[in-house]
């Protein structure tokens, strides 16, 4: 009797225990680099993580349980847009009977929405352009300078939902920033004495990261985008890599390495498998990781190069 | 009586008590009628091994202790071994088992102390309106599954013998029963905690048992019987200034004593009147 | 005719909703572009040989004839309506073996987003959510016909009528879903329950077709599910379910049905995946029917059957699957109630996300047969046209 009474006591208290300490904000978002800003400018005051992994090609994931479980959770849910994630992410959204992370809602960033796109398509847009983005190309996170305007939009996010750590969060953004401008001129220095070297690349993918770091794309692997290379596309790409002296092969990890070896054969150019997200790569945890690497790798192989 | 009512809090209260007193009077014809009487016991248990859970995992509480209870209340559903161990021998393993696991939960957990004494027969003055609307929802629910298949869940039913050619035949609806009611107990947990459900579920049906037979007289003499005394039980603990779970169950405890007056003076007047005709 | 006229008024208020939202701007800003309907037509064609005239393809959508089959041309509509609903439809063109054009409208509902406790509601005309197949269109099926027990339980075009769920996902860290439904009960596309005489006549020939109405709100089509995910790692995603249907049917006065499915669904697809490939797929279920024909339980109809499948993503856009059957329903000499055995190999192509190729060969064992083996060779072809959202995992 005793015992039941202490035990229905103590159950009974803890139903009405409510956590009196603020729970740290709950942030989903769909890839590891906008997990990798959301700390920066978030700190202590976030938990953040991401439904793709950074070895994981981000336009063709399955609406899983898995990933409308953690939506359902989520206070703030953030994806690139421009299309990238149109095959899952509405389809999570529906199903994760979140009102506070629908388009519209406080909990919901669309972080494009300040970028400026590249590649809009001037022409009326049709599926014989292959998995063409009408919207423009979603890459865009491989630009440091967006970097910028991606904390920005992210921080004017979470100042909404957590007001009272308004200040705390814009000093850690501005302090991101200093850091990161520090660091993109860094980069820039290191890359410069490559500029103008010419590359393919298999997907239509590093536009963006070749504008900012001089970088000069002459051709893809995919004749277009999502559709894999006849022997008639891979003639003429092997023409024009020999006619520009195409130096590297650039591609992602989930890409298969079959057709990349065979042009590298072809026309001497390197294969340089480059990883687009952070976590792609063993030691790549953070934004700033990413650039560290992937400048790091290109100087190295182009060095090799000439 | 009726300024009791302007105090926002006790306006809740007694809303929240009323909603209670209806949803369990009728469970509790329920309960009583197929001797599942220690049950409920059990399974509010359950409903606490879920809370103390998802406090421990910081989740929400009535959530987990929802599915906990259904899940649990599923396995209390089956019959198999009833010829061999009596159910109020399963009822008390459970409670036991499902008590030491909760201990063992709250051990863990860095921060459980609270308002001890008072919970025990819960909080009903610090039912909120989300609470109540849940409430309200959930007992809704429930009532409606009741009254659609009324016919299949009211007869009492029989231990199934061994080997029936169709695996769910009656169980089905036994099952449905034990969820429906494990639904109730998780959501009425929180706001009245384990003993005022306990004595809501069993006390009024049990007056209402001493005078009817019926299920219609028998639900109506159950609900008066509960709807009642949580008024005076709340009215007590207002005017009076005693906590309000305890007066409950006080109140309870004196309707059923009068009622069981009631019924053997009422039996002593028509037996020595028999034979001088209706009254 | 009338269908025709439902059909074409959907269509038009869509094709109102679209005109409305162009007039206000698409802006090409891509949070924008949530706001505009998806339209989408998908085409299900199939050549089919059998190797007797009289095939055991009874589903509504299976290729049922040797020569050509369309299976089916399904228009799809969908909108976010506001933040708090979304709503879908889906009409569907096919032409059946005796050369007969139907027009349905397959599904239209309108889906909560934002109620309290992670409650969703579903409210207009929609499969029930029992198992797997069932909610699944036929062109989202991996293979070209349906699953004989489906077929026998369910109908040649599933188990859909007009009703509500409501489905609440639990807190719990692992995916815990709870689902309610409640529909009407007859129809011909509820043939294991009220039915009509016509749809009656065809499943159940030896029982007499008994005309009830509705007389209390037990006489409705409930189904409970419970749907559970276990996520092993990054890669491999399992998600299992029970459900259960309870509803009146017409062999007599109080007579009902019970019907209990058991589902299962596991998939592993590495993180390198290019496009979804390499993965292997394997999916199951398992569905009895308890069928009342009077109040003596011994007259009671049990039938019971299951489907495994499993597909193989063996090399970029190339598909291979094998699917086992069998269902039984206890009665020798009724094709909708013997013992019945299938085997159905296929490979499937995708050139894209928006076509595929398929070919499949059924081998199939019937005791009212005999058991003398059937075959079966299908050819069948998918186009997509326009938007169409993800299925369900």
Known sequence: ???????????????????AWAAPLQVVTTTEDLAAIVREVGGPFVEVESQTRGTQDPHFLEARPSLILKASRADLFIEIGLGLEVGWTPAVLVAARNPAIQPGALGYLDVSRDIKPLEIPSAPVDRSQGDVHPLGNPHYWLDPENGTIISQEIARSLMSLLPDQSQAIDRNQKEFVERFNAAIVLWKTRMKPYEGAKVITYHNSWTYFARRFGLDVVGYVEPKPGVAPSPAHLNQLIALMKQEKAKLIIMEPYFSRSIPDLLSRETGAKVLVLPPSVGGAEGIKTYFDLFDYLTDQLTTALSKGS | MLEMLSIPFMRQAVLAGLILAAMLAYLGIHVVRRRIVFVDLAIAQLSAVGVALAMLLDQDPIGFSLVFTMVGAAFLSLPAYEQRIPQEAIMGIVYAVASAVSILIIAKMPHGEADILNLFFGNILAVTDGQIGLMALTFGSVGLVHL?????????????????????????????????????????????????????????????????????PLVLLSAATGVLSNLAGLYASYRFDFPSGPSIVASLGVFLALAMIGKSVALTIFSRSDKSGPK | MLRSIFCLIIVLLFQSAIEARAQQGTGSRPGLQGLNPEIS??????????????????????????????????????????????????????????????????EAYLTTLSLPHRLQLIGGQFFTRFGRINAMHPHAWAFADQPVINNRLFGPDGLRNPGAQISWLSPLPFYLELTGSVQNAGGETAASFLSNEEAFGETFPNLVFEEREVEKLEDLLYMTRIKTAWTVSDEVEMVQGFSGLFGPNASGEDTYTKIFGLDFYGKWRPLSAQKGWLFVALQAEAIWRRYETSENSEDNLHDRGLYLQGLWGFASRWVVGLRGEYANGGDETDPLGDRRYRVSPNLTFYPSEFSKWRLQYNYDLAEHLDDKPLHAVFLQFEFLIGAHGAHQF
């Open chain 1, 1 to 19: 009797m005793m015992i039941k009474a202490i035990v229905s006591v103590f159950i009974g208290g803890l139903l009405f225990v409510n956590p």
């Open chain 2, 148 to 216: 659609i298949f009324a016919k299949r869940l009211m007869p009492i039913p029989v231990p199934t013998e061994s080997g029936s050619t169709f695996l769910f035949k009656a169980m089905s609806w036994n099952l449905l029963f034990y969820l429906t009611l494990a639904v109730v107990i998780a959501v009425a947990i929180r706001t009245a905690g384990v003993l005022l459900v306990f004595s809501d579920l069993i006390i009024p049906a049990a007056v209402a048992l001493l005078f009817a037979e019926r299920l219609r």
């Open chain 3, 41 to 106: 037509l998908d085409g299900l064609f199939a050549a089919a040989y059998f190797s007797e005239p009289d095939n055991l393809n009874f589903g509504g959508h299976d290729p049922n004839q040797t020569g050509f089959t369309l299976q089916n041309l399904e228009l799809t509509l969908g909108a976010t309506v506001d933040p708090y609903a979304r709503a879908d439809a889906h009409i569907i063109y096919l032409i059946d073996e005796e050369g007969e054009s139907i027009l349905e409208v397959e």
